[in-house]
């Protein structure tokens, strides 16, 4: 009994020691800047922010509840505010097909009406219900005959959780773009609130909305003191729609901007109760240099680049594309006035005949889709529900615009799919005639990335993980130089702007563009770069004791053996593409940065790794060269190499495996000590102690290292994403550059500089081209190739029977202490 009490003790420590090492390592646990679910009482699926910036209040609408939070202190208890669904209308929801998770009330939407009330929202067991909240007491309004006030959230609020939506408040009435039946097959946009009379919405019709997905809203109002032609404010929505005007084999999905303005209120008998000025444009996304269109938007921020001037409102957009079988995101931006110019311009002719476009219609006068303004209302044209029946007949007919809304993507990543976006300017002159932009950028994956862009450059400052690798970012919001930053489940508080977000002098450099400079008698990033010019300051680089140049990598000398796959890596620290220069030959298949070439005479040669980084008018960086030589006999197996990726991934199973032996140790001399108390009572009792012993851990069973080859092949799944290893199970990563972490754990930034001596770069060693015991182990064992985008014409037969990649300076085997992914690599340390 002594004995099994000893070693459940040794069990409960162990338990202890992982689990506070994981919090800790995690950075979720016990700090200030980050609240869980434990910290919000239990509440999970947050979709819904508001930020109250008179106090600093953030609303968070979750499933079954609303939460006030105070952002200068996130250590204070949040308010809270159940609003669930009664049992029988769940039961109900149930009965009708849908599940217990989506027969809940999702809050949806939360808008302040300007008279101290919020308007709030929910999914409400799939039958859309809208309440009051009132912000003084924190409470929903209640009916006379008791229980929450509501009234009909249909067209205001989504049915499904899931569903794309959007809204918007103007002048204390609501935009909405959501789904308006319960099956989710009719789209509108419409005016939702406000007088009955004039809640009007979009034309039935597939040529107005044909199957959209609502992505982002805006209302852009005028400013009174300037508006010399009198414009009606315009309410502008984007979302991502299937194309009527392609006549393809497939559904090809376009971005669309469509706008209405505010005081439109239908036609008197064409277009009664809709819009009389709703017009749509494409929006394009172009990479000129590949030809590559990006059209599928899942994001916009608005940002007015002037804040006394409405017109220098911007819109920045996340777009992916529906092509390409690889996670690809990229960032383009798109000015009011262009948009304008476009709403403007000709209309698209979408009537056919059975052999060629037909002639287009005349516009008819005024204008159809045109605003209110002076010039109109002195026509006597002071309501929409004047204007003549062929104008609103033209406008039903021609709701989209002939010319597109075109623009080059700002940052392209392949490898990434972005899921939120928050922007902030930086004057980097004391004129403001040079604004440099930073884009925060959440990701699918829990991540927050910043890039820093000016002019036609554009850098990868920092990647941070802030939540598990299953918990996206989907929402981020900019408030007091922080950055409030969400998940389903979790809340996070970073700083947003400032030099000192940057603590090392090589990443400092790459945010010279924002004005920071280092200072090397403080040992800190400043803002000396807004004083000094770049004649004083020279190479931003020049200050950091790097070993190499800046785009002067050392050749570095790989010697591998015949009929295996290296793995070449490349440090991308630019949003911009990276290509490679190598002798003329098709095995070769490049994964992100990283180049994999299949080791033969043909492949024997120079490589050199060639990155963007000074926008499009300036030559390629060069990252990385490399000199591929054969070495020994021909081998078989499979070995990569990379310049660290990995490593926290590899702490886990050393950690593991040293406080297992550390309770095993402990279990066993408990054992020892309970045999020695009894070895007074006979040898037979002896011996059968002895038995026990041999049956706990016999010699042919001893404990198995990091480095044994079954071990590291069971291990969890390691996946490649943007030249760095990531266990699926929410393990550490490792950037490209110097690590700056956050929470203190593993989980901590990954800052990307242009040293090309930082940890982020591959050096090789001596010891690592000694990889030649555990190949035997390795061989005859099949394996899947590893898996990536198509490169240079390379098939899977060309990479030959299973065999994998080895790393510069390795040779045929494997180093111990070295995991495996189930893609047939080994990522050797160096």
């Known amino acids: 009994m002594k004995a099994a009490a000893c070693l459940n003790a040794g069990v409960l420590l162990l338990c202890f020691l992982l689990s506070s090492w994981a919090a800790t390592l995690n950075g979720y646990g016990g700090s200030h800047d980050v609240l869980g679910s434990r910290q919000l009482g239990g509440v999970s699926n947050f979709s819904t922010f508001l930020l109250d910036r008179s106090t600093g209040t953030l609303y968070l609408g979750a499933q079954d509840a609303i939460l006030a939070i105070n952002t200068s202190n996130l250590g204070q208890k949040p308010l809270k505010i159940k609003w669930d669904v009664p049992e029988d209308k769940r039961k109900s929801c149930v009965a009708k097909g849908k599940t217990e998770a989506d027969c809940k009330n999702?809050?949806?939407?939360?808008?302040?009406l300007g008279d101290g009330r919020i308007y709030a929202c929910g999914t409400y067991a799939f039958d859309p219900q809208c309440a009051f909240l009132n912000m003084s007491s924190f409470s929903l309004e209640t009916a006379e005959e008791g229980g929450v006030r509501m009234e009909t959230g249909k067209g205001k609020c989504p049915f499904e959780p899931s569903q794309h939506y959007t809204a918007v408040m103007a002048g204390g009435v609501l935009y909405t773009a959501a789904t308006s039946n319960f099956l989710g097959t009719l789209f509108d946009i419409s005016r939702a609130t406000g007088i009955e009379q004039e809640r009007i919405r979009t034309e039935r019709s597939i040529n107005?909305?044909?199957?959209?997905?609502?992505?982002?809203?805006?209302?852009?109002?005028?400013?009174?003191?300037?508006?010399?032609?009198?414009?009606?404010?315009?309410?502008?929505?984007?979302?991502?729609?299937?194309?009527?005007?392609?006549?393809?084999?497939?559904?090809?999905?376009?971005?669309?901007?469509?706008?209405?303005?505010?005081?439109?209120?239908?036609?008197?008998?064409?277009?009664?109760?809709?819009?009389?000025?709703?017009?749509?444009?494409?929006?394009?996304?172009?990479?000129?240099?590949?030809?590559?269109?990006?059209?599928?938007?899942?994001?916009?921020f608005t940002s007015r680049h002037r804040l006394d001037d409405p017109s220098s409102t911007h819109f920045y957009g996340i777009f992916t594309s529906q092509w390409d079988r690889e996670e690809t995101s990229a960032v383009c931006v798109y000015s009011l006035a262009d948009i304008s110019k476009v709403m403007d311009g000709p209309f698209k002719e979408l009537k056919k005949t059975c052999e060629n476009w037909i002639n287009p219609e005349p516009v008819p006068t005024p204008r159809p889709g045109q605003c209110l303004n002076s010039a109109l209302k002195s026509e006597g044209f002071d309501s929409s529900l004047k204007l003549p029946d062929k104008v609103l007949t033209f406008m039903r007919d021609h709701p989209l615009m002939e010319n597109s809304v075109v623009s080059a993507p700002l940052l392209v990543r392949r490898g990434i799919t972005y899921t939120k976006l928050a922007v902030t300017l930086t004057s980097i002159s004391d004129d403001d005639k040079r604004t440099a932009v930073v884009l925060h950028l959440g990701t699918d994956r829990g991540e927050l990335h910043r890039v820093a862009v000016v002019g036609q450059n554009a850098?990868?400052?920092?990647?941070?993980?802030?939540?598990?690798?299953?918990?996206?970012?989907?929402?981020?919001?900019?408030?007091?130089?922080?950055a409030l930053v969400g998940s389903p489940s979790s809340l996070v508080r970073q700083p947003a702007v400032g030099c000192a977000l940057y603590p090392t002098c090589e990443v400092c450099a790459r945010a010279r563009g924002l004005g920071c400079a280092w200072n090397p008698k403080e040992q800190a990033c400043d803002g000396v770069g807004n004083e000094l010019g770049d004649e004083e300051l020279g190479d931003p680089l020049s200050q950091c004791k790097s070993g190499e140049g800046r785009c002067s990598p050392t050749v570095k000398e790989v010697s591998v053996m015949k009929g295996l796959r290296v793995l070449l890596p490349c440090v991308q620290v630019s949003p911009r593409a990276c290509s490679w220069e190598h002798p003329p030959h098709r095995h070769t298949r490049q994964r992100l940065s990283d180049l994999e070439v299949l080791a033969s005479e043909e492949t024997e040669g120079k490589y050199v790794c060639l990155c963007q980084e000074g926008g499009r008018e300036q030559p390629a960086c060069r990252r990385a060269e490399y000199h591929l030589t054969l070495a020994g006999a021909s081998m078989g197996g499979t070995v990569a190499l990379a310049g660290g990726p990995g490593r926290h991934f590899l702490a886990w199973y050393v950690l593991l495996f040293v406080v297992g032996m550390l309770a095993g140790a402990a279990a066993i001399l408990c054992l020892l000590l309970r045999h020695r108390r009894a070895s007074g009572k006979g040898a037979g009792h002896g011996a059968s102690l002895s038995e026990k012993h041999h049956d706990l851990l016999p010699s042919s069973a001893t404990p198995q290292s990091p480095s044994s080859a079954s071990l590291l092949s069971e291990a969890v799944p390691l996946t490649k994403r943007n030249g760095t290893l990531n266990g699926h199970g929410g393990g550490g990563h490792n950037g490209g550059g110097h690590n700056h972490h956050h929470g203190g754990g593993i989980n901590g930034p990954h800052i990307y500089s242009n040293n090309s001596s930082s940890s982020g770069e591959v050096k090789l060693s001596e010891s690592s081209a000694k990889l030649t015991q555990h190949q035997q182990g390795l061989e005859g064992r099949e394996r899947p190739g590893p898996e990536g985008e198509e490169g240079e014409g390379l098939s899977e037969g060309a990479l030959g029977d299973g065999r994998g990649p080895v790393g510069p300076g390795g040779g045929a085997g494997q180093t111990a202490g070295v995991p495996r992914s189930t893609a047939g690599t080994v990522k050797l340390q160096l």
């Open 106 to 112: 999702y809050i949806r939407l939360l808008q302040f």
């Open 459 to 482: 850098t990868l400052l920092e990647e941070i993980p802030l939540f598990p690798s299953h918990d996206p970012v989907n929402n981020i919001l900019l408030y007091k130089d922080v």
């Open 208 to 300: 107005w909305l044909s199957d959209p997905e609502f992505v982002s809203s805006a209302f852009i109002q005028e400013d009174e003191a300037n508006n010399p032609t009198g414009e009606d404010d315009k309410i502008y929505f984007f979302f991502t729609e299937v194309a009527k005007e392609y006549d393809l084999y497939t559904k090809v999905k376009v971005p669309r901007v469509a706008r209405v303005c505010k005081s439109d209120v239908g036609g008197m008998k064409t277009l009664q109760r809709r819009w009389t000025t709703f017009l749509k444009a494409q929006l394009v996304c172009e990479d000129r240099a590949s030809g590559q269109r990006f059209n599928v938007l899942t994001d916009v």
